[in-house]
DNA sequence: CCCAGGCTCCACCGGACGGTGGAGACGGAG
DNA sequence: CTCCGTCTCCACCGTCCGGTGGAGCCTGGG
């Protein structure tokens, strides 16, 4: 795919400087070429639809359409070109967002010049391309060990509950009635009344909108 | 931290030809210095204590006990070594577990020799390095599209309750009868029985249980 | 062998829930 | 001003839920 030859790579940043520091760094690469640039997200879209670029380096704060927005757009319609973010600032959300919206690089604007044009020439290939604090980012987004406490102590409940009783409050939590449950389950709605109450007791709870929140919290995943 | 001057490395593999290798390589860098060898991560753990590396590239399958284990012995007396696990395969599952043991890098032995040594550099600067498909794997992880769905789907509904109608549903989620809900929010339980009622037609479901789904689902962060 | 525990079912009851139709007050949009 | 949406409440009614106290059946362990 792409730049077995040259890189064709669109800039987007709604400052002149650093679109031409940008450009003077990529262009010192034979191998790099800069056909285009966009000074906001709209503006982006349509030199990006026009030149179809390899690689677009995408800043995020940006008048009349932001570069996450631009960046789903462009994603919405297919577009061939893989997308690096480049932005000063790296909070949390805006790191989920972009990768999540499909960017294959996160950079931030302190990036050496040389490491940048790696970054082009890896994303071209289809390699993600992150800074190191981003990686961390998503390391520690990964890593967190989501909420333990409450976690824990559901499962330790449900681990209580016998095969059926289980069934039963999976199917509680699913927004079933007694009589689904008993026709899901090929059972008498007495029969499962009785689970239902025998899981109430072991939960320590009054009513099944509290079961399924145990359910619930003991499967999140992750 | 560290090598200003020479980053000292411990390399721990079963394979003595990897270790050969590995230290052919590293020992072409004038800044790195391969200071010992273990077999196993038993035998990790003593020349580690002993030669107290900046980083240590551990592979994972070993004999007596394998990297990862290593790794969490490490980690857990506080060991002042950044570790890079290195490793032939990347399964989600290792990647995962040695980065939320506090791994610094996870590496693919098809690495290249000379990123294999800016890889070093940088984890003993502190910084994360990982593969791209490492990386990818990731990125994946974070963007788990399926939960995607159902959330978005969540919230449009949500947003369509006015302002008492989303805090009756936040309290019928909590588990709370109408007459605890009357009583939490100062309302008559006929108010409260209408707005209930409102929210099982607006959110199309017609138990409390399900309202529950929906509003945990929407919250459901990360 | 008996007994404990799990699974299946039963009857009864009061209270909670869910559906329907209405009403008065208020505030903002047209 | 009138209309519309929201918030507040009411009454009625059938159903479902949750609690209690049973009862057989089967399996496995002491």
Redesign the pocket.
Known sequence: MAGVSTVRVVVVDDDPLVRAGLRMILGGAPDLDVVGEAVDGQDALDVIARELPDVVLMDIRMPRMDGLAATRRLKERGTSARIIVLTTFDTDEMVLTALQLGASGFLLKDTAPADLVVAVRRVALGEPMLSPSVTNQLIAAVTRPSDDGRRRKARTLLARL????REVADA?SDG?????I?RS?????????????SV??KLEV????QVARYVHDAADDR
């Open positions: 016998t095969e059926r009783e509680v079933m009635t007694n009589t689904e008993a389950l090929h059972l008498g709605v007495a029969t499962v009344k009785t689970h239902v109450g109430f007791t009054t009513n099944r909108v």
